[in-house]
């Protein structure tokens, strides 16, 4: 029986030193921050520039992250590459990590029929022996998994669910239709506004890159909720929009958030893609997290 995953488990960065190389010491610092506010961990997703990284890198963020939550808290990790072969090869030395669960991205630069997909993701969970959450993100990668996919897929064994990043409330919902009657198959949200509808309409967990630097704030979402205070939980929501709305119209979410992060005392290194912030995009940063954060 797979372990159900529910609540916040955050996008976590992936840390870096002062030369740019992974850094497992201030990684353990960002995985216990979360721990303390009660999420599950993440690794290896957008917010963990995994596109960025290599794969001995993706393992070492995969066991540190691993090593630090010790059984505490469920830990996905994700495996994605282009082809199905590399996909596979990550997957397995993931699967022996320990991890909870694997999240794939569709692949990207090379479009793909929804009959592609379908062969990609089955052999894929053929292959592995962790469960595998499709990761549904149209906007980075070209190839968008359509519900009635997903459906399809839904009925293998070893895909236990989607991680939708697509952005709408249309796109969610779309999903949500799609696994509805299916047992043992869950709709992951991925967009920090919603976070709270998600959990109303029937998703069993979010991924928030927000809860880097608003840990407590996102969880309370999920604890709210969880304890049938509906209302408080879209009032917590709704105390997040605003930080939401503003880091995010500054800099892409990986490389907004580090920088957040770094005013806020936590040494997690720059972003590696080519990122750069101007003195007033920096201003901008440390107005909001005196705002909202401090």
């Given at each position: ?11 976590i960065v ?22 303390d506010?009660?999420n ?10 995994f ?20 059984g505490?808290a ?12 590399e ?25 793909l ?48 669910g989607?991680?939708d ?5 249309e ?11 299916i ?23 979010c ?14 979402i ?13 009032e ?9 709305t ?45 705002q909202?954060?401090?």
């Amino acid at each position: 029986m797979n372990k159900k995953i529910n609540g916040v488990l955050t996008a976590i960065v992936t840390a870096f030193d002062r030369d740019g190389a992974f850094n497992p010491a201030a990684q353990r610092v960002q995985v216990k921050r979360q721990l303390d506010a009660g999420n599950g961990i993440f690794c290896g997703g957008t917010n963990g520039e995994f596109f960025v990284l290599n794969e001995q890198e993706k393992l070492a963020v995969t066991e540190t992250c691993l090593d630090e939550v010790n059984g505490r808290a469920p830990v996905v990790a994700h495996v994605g590459e282009i082809s199905t072969r590399e996909t596979i090869r990550l997957g397995k030395q993931a699967a022996k990590l320990g991890v909870d669960a694997v999240s794939v991205i569709t692949p990207w630069f090379v479009p793909l029929k929804q009959t592609e997909l379908i062969y990609h993701y089955q052999t894929v969970a053929d292959a592995l022996e962790v469960p595998l959450f499709l990761y549904n993100i149209p906007a980075r990668t070209g190839n968008t998994l359509q519900p009635d996919t997903v459906r399809t897929l839904a009925a293998h064994p070893n895909i236990i669910g989607i991680k939708d990043s697509a952005g709408s409330y249309e796109s969610l919902s779309g999903f949500l239709k799609a696994a509805d009657g299916i047992d043992n198959f869950d709709v992951l949200n991925g967009p920090d506004s919603l976070i709270h509808q998600g959990f109303v309409d029937g998703c069993s967990a979010c991924i928030s890159g927000l809860a880097n630097v608003a840990p407590e704030a996102i969880n309370a979402i999920w604890t709210r909720f969880q304890a049938g205070d509906i209302a408080g939980s879209r009032e917590a929501q709704e105390s997040v929009t605003g930080l939401r709305t503003d880091l995010y119209s500054v800099a892409f979410s990986p490389a907004a958030v580090k920088k957040a992060l770094a005013l806020l005392g936590h040494d997690v290194g720059e972003s590696r893609y080519a990122v750069s912030f101007s003195n007033d995009d920096e201003q901008k940063i440390r107005q909001i997290v005196n705002q909202y954060l401090q």
